[in-house]
């Protein structure tokens, strides 16, 4: 009886160690990546669907699933955040991590009715284009979770510029976001969206967004232009770097 209970609690010590490894293995990703995504009051209930689907379709690109499992950990970590005006609060997905097919397609589901109603409207959103906030958020979301990345990635997507009201409370602003970036090891990249009232919205994303080594910008034309250059900067961003 001692030695069927010596094997048995040696047993459960080999178990609770392989899942004790296990756990700690599945947090150690090759990239940690927020698509930080504009619901500020400039987009309509359109163009968040838009945003929503073209990002959706763009996890079930083939070249995009082979580039999530062709890394040294064969796993990435992905977050939504959506950003408004900078006194607005944050919604958030959490952190799920993408290491196959079914974990990548439960994603792309998450994301195609992320923050609408139960009748398939557009949640809460509004305000100005607190751009430094949505950044700030999400690398609060990068420094506080239980993930290991090789890379640490913000993508900021959008279609106006960063505005600063003086009767709302002081915030953060794309200088202070980029003085974080630059203390957590974090690179900005940018999706602008280019519409009527802001034609060069890519130059400003060029010169007050993005941030980081090898930092970039892909400008869509237009909303409908959305899924095409998410897809092709997702692939950018998650692809494995040369050298």
């Not at 490894?21 to 400039?42: F, K, P, R, T, Y």
């Not at 073209?54 to 890394?71: C, H, P, V």
């Not at 799920?96 to 397609?105: A, R, V």
Request: charged residues 20%; glycine residues 8%.
């Amino acid at each position: 009886m001692k030695q069927f209970l010596a094997l048995l609690f040696c047993a459960v010590c080999f178990l609770t160690a392989h899942n004790f490894i296990a756990n700690a293995q599945a947090q150690d990703v090759d990239l940690e990546l927020v698509l930080a995504m504009d619901a500020s009051g400039s987009i309509s209930e359109h163009e968040y669907m838009l945003q929503l689907n073209g990002t959706a379709d763009a996890f079930l690109d083939s070249n995009i699933q082979a580039a999530i499992t062709s890394g040294p950990r064969g796993r990435i970590a992905v977050a939504i955040v959506l950003w408004s005006d900078a006194a607005f609060p944050k919604a958030n997905s959490g952190w799920h991590i993408l290491d196959d097919e079914p974990s990548i397609i439960a994603f792309s589901n998450l994301v195609r009715t992320f923050n609408l109603t139960a009748d398939n409207k557009m949640g809460a959103n509004g305000g100005g284009t607190g751009i430094g906030a949505g950044v700030a958020e999400a690398i609060r979301l990068i420094r506080e979770n239980q993930i290991q990345g090789e890379r640490l990635v913000v993508d900021v997507s959008g279609d106006g510029i960063e505005t600063d009201f003086w009767f709302t409370r002081k915030t953060i602003m794309m200088p202070d976001a980029k003085l974080l970036a630059q203390i957590n090891n974090v690179t900005v990249n940018g999706l602008p969206i280019i519409t009527r009232d802001h034609p060069n919205l890519d130059q400003y994303y060029r010169e007050n967004v993005i941030f980081g080594p090898g930092s970039f910008i892909e400008k869509a034309t237009s909303f409908d232009d959305f899924a095409r250059a998410i897809r092709r900067k997702l692939f950018r961003e998650i692809a494995q770097p040369i050298g």
